[in-house]
């Protein structure tokens, strides 16, 4: 049974930082492609960031400056480390696994985070 169970979301005072884990069961966590999303309150589904099986990382434009994606393949565990947080960042992040050519897609049930003083 696939699983991804994210974690380490909270409330956060601006300019804080969190470290998001998705723990990864059930498929062969070093060969997938790694995306983090997230959904703000009202808003549509967006990209934040992705690590390919290789250790590839790209991210979304308005994100590159604080936020980190990157993967342990012996804990089939994906992280996202979110810097300087803004009250604009508080939304629910999902994690996301794509297998070679997109054959398999499975998504995590998401972890809130809320920015505010």
């Known amino acids: 049974q696939v699983q991804l169970v994210e974690s380490g979301g909270g409330l956060v005072q601006p300019g804080g930082s969190l470290r998001l884990s998705c723990a990864a069961s059930?498929?062969?966590?070093?060969?997938?492609?790694m995306r983090w999303y997230r959904q703000a309150p009202g808003k549509e589904r967006e990209p934040v960031a992705t690590?390919?099986?290789?250790?590839?990382?790209t991210y979304a434009d308005s994100m590159k400056d604080r936020f980190t994606i990157s993967r342990d393949n012996a804990k089939s565990t994906v992280y996202l480390q979110i810097n300087s947080l803004k009250p604009e960042d508080t939304a629910v992040y999902y994690c996301?696994?794509?297998?070679?050519?997109?054959?398999?897609?499975?998504w995590g049930q998401g972890t809130q985070v809320t920015v505010s003083s």
């Open positions: 690590i390919t099986s290789g250790g590839s990382t």
């Open positions: 996301y696994a794509q297998s070679l050519f997109a054959k398999y897609k499975h």
């Open positions: 059930g498929f062969t966590f070093s060969t997938y492609t």
